[in-house]
């Protein structure tokens, strides 16, 4: 068994709608990053290669890489996990948290949850979505972005 965690953050910028976990949900702005700034895909991608001890997102998919510009999150997990298979590793379990103060993300959670359990190829209940606030206090209490972290197990095939 191996265990990795990962974290991410963005920044909002102008925008209507953010991309959370594959999911667009409306918003009064939208994320800023050199993808489509998926905070949640992103941690959890970054947990899958650090359990691997494959580096992070930006070793895979550079911000550097015009190839990734815009890119489809969903696409970097699918990539990421086909590492993980080739490595003879399957997912037990993910662990995830947005952290926000809004948008409201549990209204959201199971389309969440199905959307990566589609992408990743795992049955849904090997995935949990929670959210959280952290009460008014630092960058996602003043409304000034969204991050979420991500702990996930992988098993041997």
Do not use: Y
């Amino acid at each position: 068994m191996r265990i990795g965690s990962g974290f991410d953050v963005h920044a909002f910028t102008g925008g209507d709608q953010v991309i959370i976990g594959g999911v667009r949900i409306a918003h009064s702005r939208a994320l800023l990053a050199h993808s489509d700034g998926d905070v949640l895909i992103h941690a959890l991608c970054d947990a899958l290669l650090g359990a691997l001890a494959l580096g992070d997102i930006g070793v895979h998919f550079p911000p550097s890489d015009a190839r990734w510009k815009g890119a489809d999150s969903t696409e970097l997990l699918s990539q990421v996990m086909a590492m993980v298979r080739a490595r003879g590793h399957e997912l037990g379990n993910a662990d995830m948290t947005v952290i926000c103060e809004a948008p409201k993300i549990n209204p959201h959670v199971p389309a969440m949850r199905a959307r990566l359990a589609e992408v990743m190829g795992v049955d849904v209940d090997r995935l949990s979505v929670k959210a959280t606030t952290t009460e008014k206090l630092g960058f996602t209490g003043r409304g000034e972005g969204i991050a979420a972290q991500a702990t996930v197990l992988l098993e041997t095939r």
